[in-house]
């Protein structure tokens, strides 16, 4: 398989011109997006901004009010284009008195070549956990084996919804390098978050979605390149601090104390004659503008480093601007979203609670193929 973004077969998503409408409220507004075999893409946006419903289109959940949207060259809302689909929503329902393995065993019975349990729970770390029963696991484990199940069935797409939300930090590392790992294996992976370092760590290429639409989409470099903006760091004593933020067309976003000793001191109780300073990090759009005003009002500074903006201040500065549905549709509690559209095999979509039998809901929890997310 060719590398991210490189590969000389078919898009395996391909989204053109899509608008999906709920309501008054536009969830996305004239979206295209194609996907090559083998990207690791990651979806970045704040809440409601469209991410969850363009994941819903691409697994067949629900179709678009307008344009085309194609998975492995077909339309996802047909069985057959979802063999090859792996998927773990935001919110997944698991069989409370099953066993991690016997899950495990169920999903992977679905599929022709499955992960061997012990492969699949290494993965991710979970070996421990395998003759536990699902209802007595943390939010934190539930989470971890909805997202192993996602990859059970070695899928060639995987689709993840907010993967890593409500695990600790040790659990999420797992996760991103059993992520990093399929990947590397060949697979083409699309992940939604809403942690920055998330996307940082895994993402080979970034879009971000705001108020429905694209607004990004490239590298990391070259979705920090979109925003102007440069980061000027500086050292400067207290007195000075309000010269600098009277500077035109500077903000200053964080401001720390140095609280430095020199070597030596304790014995001597002589204070560091810059212990008092502030170590300022500054927002401009024109960094060498703010060293011509530096100087120019003989403002005292020193440890000056320019650096590019940040992933968070190019996420801010993308997402700021223009209306924002304050509930929209993906945020929604269950029972106030509009009813949910089935894919055309007619089963249920993976991950949303049902009545029925303890088996019933594991059936639920069957492969793409199958009519499950």
Known sequence: MTASGTSRGAPVVEVEHVTRRFGNVVALDDVSLSVPEGELLGLLGPNGAGKTTLLSLVSGLRKPDAGTVRLFGGDPRAAASRLALGTTPQETGLPPTLRVSEVVALVAGHYPDPMSTDELLTRFGITELARRQTGGLSGGQKRRLAVALALV?????????????????????????ALRDYHADGATVVLTSHYLEEIEALARRVVVVGHGRVLADGGIDDVLSLVARRRVLLTVPPAARLAVEALPDVEVVEAQPVGSRASGELASSRVDAHADDVRLTLLAADADAVVRGLVGAAIPFRGLEVRGASLEEAFLALTSDGPHDERPHDERPHEERPHEERPQDGRAPHGHPQHGTDDERAARLAPAHEGER
């Open 153 to 177: 069935g070695r899928p060639r797409l995987v689709l993840l919804d907010e993967p890593t939300t409500g695990l600790d930090v040790e659990a999420r590392h797992v996760l991103w390098q």
